[in-house]
């Protein structure tokens, strides 16, 4: 969005600028969007983080799907726990993948606006900050990480191993009653 700087404190205008889209936002409350033009009038950088936040999202979709075929609840796969918790695994890796695609597309972006908001050749009246759309994007793509890591770390071992014997011969004596006391 349009930054506040110099003498262009009160205006009647204020720009915003994406990755899809330019928008200029009236005081009278309208709101006028214009789509770019032609991808190849823009900038390499601004169409190369385009291209990386459209493969975050196609990887992330793929991860979720995967993850969901892991699921103990589905029937996919058939019921072998040892294979579908292997899939969700992978499925979580993909999904970091996504997410970590969608990062450093949203960091990039961040650094060009910052890059020319700290460039003493840039006009006051086109300097940009950060809108809502930048933080939302990051936060979502964190999201996208964390659960990520949280099925990709979860890749059970070949044998289960359990913390507790099992109750079947540990006993020494005849049992005191039928009954079993917790």
Known sequence: MSAYIGDNIITAVAMYQGLWMSCAFQSTGQLQCKIYDSILQLDSSLQATRALMIVGIIVSIAGLGVAC???????????????????????????LVGGLCAIVACSWFAHNVIRAFY?????????????????????????????????????PRKKQVSKYPSMGGTRSGPPSSTKEYV
């Open 119 to 155: 460039n003493p050749y840039t006009p006051v009246n086109t300097k940009f900050e950060f809108g809502a759309a930048i933080f939302i994007a990051w936060g979502g793509s964190l999201l996208d990480v964390l659960g990520g890591a949280m099925l990709a770390a979860s890749c």
């Open 69 to 95: 075929m892991g699921m103990k609840c589905t029937t996919c796969g058939g019921n072998n726990k040892l294979r579908k918790s292997r899939v969700a695994m992978t499925g979580g890796i993909i999904l």
